[in-house]
T-cell receptor, first 115, second 118 residues
Framework: KAGVTQTPRYLIKTRGQQVTLSCSPI?????VSWYQQTPGQGLQFLFE???????NKGNFPGRFSGRQFSNSRSEMNVSTLELGDSALYLC??????????????FGEGSWLTVV | AQKITQTQPGMFVQEKEAVTLDCTYD???????LFWYKQPSSGEMIFLIY??????QNATEGRYSLNFQKARKSANLVISASQLGDSAMYFC???????????????FGKGTLLTVNP
């Protein structure tokens, strides 16, 4: 079956612009989470959605937001882009939330460059 | 304090040999899960293996096994018979509160870059 699909794979934006990244989880998976990966900070948790509700949020400014749709697809948005937002953004999905032993699968990521 | 510590920034191994990648963790939860992921240069995070804190047996998945020592809070990844395609970054990650359902995020270590030499 298809894995986690993220679009776009690569994008370049200008400082001050906004960007929307999309994630389609594995079929049947209802939990979607987002991570930011940078060389300096490593992998950091952004937020997690389950059944269209944000369940957890990481320590990121309000410029970072997300949502989940009824079909479990998720989008994340970054407004007023800064150079430091340049990163690989990874989406992950799992079947349900909080079930012991539930494996988390990641997509290929979206490479964002802010110039 | 770091929750996940990977002390080896880089490791080298000869093709067909076994290699152990170290991971120690810190948590006060009784229920937690430990994951290993492989990340090639393309960026995709590939799931390798999972170990739950209550699992009595060490997890194995093909050439991957997890050496879980709960008292020492270590969860080392063992790759047997290394292949050239195993060259990648490897991340250890932990999910706390496995049974609680309220904390559903992964905390990652800084990773180990594995290079397999022919």
């Amino acid at each position: 079956k298809a894995g986690v699909t993220q679009t776009p794979r690569y994008l370049i934006k200008t400082r001050g612009q906004q960007v929307t990244l999309s994630c389609s989880p594995i079929s049947g998976h209802r939990s979607v989470s987002w991570y930011q990966q940078t060389p300096g900070q490593g992998l950091q948790f952004l937020f997690e959605y389950f059944s269209e509700t944000q369940r957890n949020k990481g320590n990121f400014p309000g410029r970072f937001s997300g949502r989940q749709f009824s079909n479990s697809r998720s989008e994340m948005n970054v407004s007023t882009l800064e150079l430091g937002d340049s990163a690989l953004y990874l989406c992950a999905s799992s079947m349900t939330q909080g079930v012991f032993g539930n494996t988390i699968y990641f997509g290929e990521g979206s490479w964002l460059t802010v110039v | 304090a770091q929750k996940i510590t990977q002390t080896q920034p880089g490791m080298f191994v000869q093709e067909k040999e076994a290699v152990t990648l170290d991971c120690t963790y810190d948590t006060s939860d009784q229920s937690y899960g430990l994951f290993w992921y492989k990340q090639p240069s393309s960026g995709e995070m590939i799931f390798l293996i999972y170990q739950g804190s209550y699992d009595e047996q060490n997890a194995t998945e093909g050439r991957y096994s997890l050496n879980f020592q709960k008292a020492r809070k270590s969860a080392n990844l063992v790759i047997s018979a290394s292949q050239l395609g195993d060259s990648a970054m490897y991340f250890c990650a932990m999910r706390e509160g496995e049974s609680g359902g309220s904390n559903y995020k992964l905390t990652f270590g800084k990773g180990t870059l594995l290079t397999v030499n022919p």
